[in-house]
């Protein structure tokens, strides 16, 4: 069976701070990774994509994957209030459908 | 670009009743919707997948008959809930498959239906 793992948190740091949320897989065919952004009560916001080894930068985000360890990871550099959230990763392992599997996902708290 | 729009946002709604979700891809012709639900503070669960032309595809232990799913264009799935009572109070989500040259498939998620059964 397909699995997504995640630190549950939740992730408290201070506000400037750099957090850094992790994820790890099982299937080792796995082809691309996701992160979501899932604000209480609102539905998950695509923030990050990626699909080859190696660090992938957008603005204060740094997704990096590491197919070897099967690990991918999302930096959020200086981190702001409004950056908290639970964060998903996804994992899609191909097939006809591309469906996802998700993380149970990482609460962060930003504090000012 | 890549927006999905659903409707309604909320509903209330008598126990034994249909609720009909619709899903629609604003911006880009979705091959594949995918409908999720998700129960407070826990973790999206798929529901079933569907693609344009085609019957849905569930996931096991998601009852078909219960969850009516259309697919009926590129832009446009629908979720029925027949016969709903309290235990299908839920968040509903949709989300789009888009493919394009240069995408990998990437999926963005509806804002979310949130359905109360009374």
């Known amino acids: 069976q397909k699995e997504v793992e995640q630190n549950s948190g939740p992730l408290s740091v201070p506000e400037g701070a750099i957090a850094s949320l992790n994820c790890t897989y099982s299937?080792?065919?796995?082809?691309?990774f996701f992160w979501y952004r899932q604000y209480s009560g609102k539905s998950p916001e695509l923030i990050m994509s990626?699909?080859?080894?190696g660090d992938k930068e957008d603005g204060r985000f740094t997704a990096q994957l590491n197919k070897a360890s099967q690990y991918v990871s999302l930096l959020i550099r200086d981190s702001q209030p409004s950056d908290s959230a639970t964060y998903l990763c996804?994992?899609?392992?191909?097939?006809?459908?591309?469906?996802?599997?998700f993380g149970k996902g990482t609460l962060l708290t930003v504090n000012p | 670009g890549a927006v999905v729009s659903q409707h309604p946002s909320r509903v209330i709604c008598k126990s034994g009743t249909s609720v009909k979700i619709e899903c629609r891809s604003l911006?880009?012709?979705?091959?594949?919707m995918f409908w999720y639900r998700q129960f407070p503070k826990q973790s999206l669960m798929l529901m079933a997948t569907?693609?344009?032309?085609?019957?849905?595809?569930?996931e096991q232990g998601v009852e078909k008959d219960k969850f009516l799913i259309n697919h009926a264009s590129l832009t446009l799935s629908t979720l029925t809930v027949t016969s709903a009572h309290p235990e299908d109070s839920s968040f509903y989500i949709c989300s789009a498959r888009e493919q394009l040259a240069g995408n990998y498939n990437e999926q963005f998620f509806g804002p979310g239906t949130r359905l109360t059964v009374l």
């Open positions: 911006d880009f012709q979705a091959t594949t």
């Open positions: 569907s693609n344009e032309g085609s019957k849905a595809t569930y």
């Open positions: 996804a994992v899609n392992s191909g097939g006809s459908n591309y469906k996802l599997t």
């Open positions: 990626i699909y080859s080894n």
């Open positions: 299937d080792r065919v796995s082809q691309s």
